[in-house]
């Protein structure tokens, strides 16, 4: 069963326009979302992060929205550059005392086109 | 560069054979998680260890075990390989055990022949 939705699989934006990824999660317990940006050949990197109390969060370029709700949350790249070109992994997870683990979405490969 | 350092990098290796894969965490950070990625299974959790104990399993084959030993580095032993065992297999570290801000290392592929 997988718990983190994630569309698109693939994307393209002209660079200057803004990207939009989102996920849908079916864990009600899921209390931290983090984005990891990923490049060929390299580990996921953090990206941006939100928890559920919070309805979006903003780190320059790169905004979450979270719809608690609707089960919810995007990214959204605002001014796309040709660097912002990676695959994109939204995650979720139960912050526990005890132990933990990431559940990942499947992942959206962004291309930004000069 | 996250901290995080996995070795060797590359590995190919037959069928039927063991393999060790090594990490060690950023200084200070007490949780290790290990990942395996596919292309048809993305990113799955194998196990997290916290300062030297198991803490939670994720879809880890009976074939795969892993340790954290003293000094806070892990290794994740892979025996009786297949074929679908090739894969990157990524370890991360958090300073607590929650999880949040996981930092990966690059990754050791691993190509089974």
Known sequence: QQQVKQSPQSLIVQKGGISIINCAYENTAFDYFPWYQQFPGKGPALLIAIRPDVSEKKEGRFTISFNKSAKQFSLHIMDSQPGDSATYFCAASIRSGTASKLTFGTGTRLQVTL | ?113
């Open chain 2, 1 to 113: 560069d996250s901290g995080v350092t996995q070795t060797p990098k590359h590995l190919i290796t037959a069928t039927g054979q063991r393999v060790t894969l090594r990490c060690s965490p950023r200084s200070g950070d007490l949780s290790v998680y290990w990942y395996q990625q596919s292309l048809d299974q993305g990113l799955q959790f194998l196990i997290q260890y916290y300062n030297g104990e198991e803490r939670a399993k994720g879809n880890i084959l009976e074939r795969f075990s892993a340790q954290q030993f003293p000094d806070l580095h892990s290794e994740l032993n892979l025996s009786s390989l297949e074929l679908g065992d090739s894969a990157l297999y990524f370890c991360a570290s958090s300073v607590d055990l929650g999880g949040t801000e996981a930092f990966f290392g690059q990754g050791t592929r691993l190509t089974v022949v």
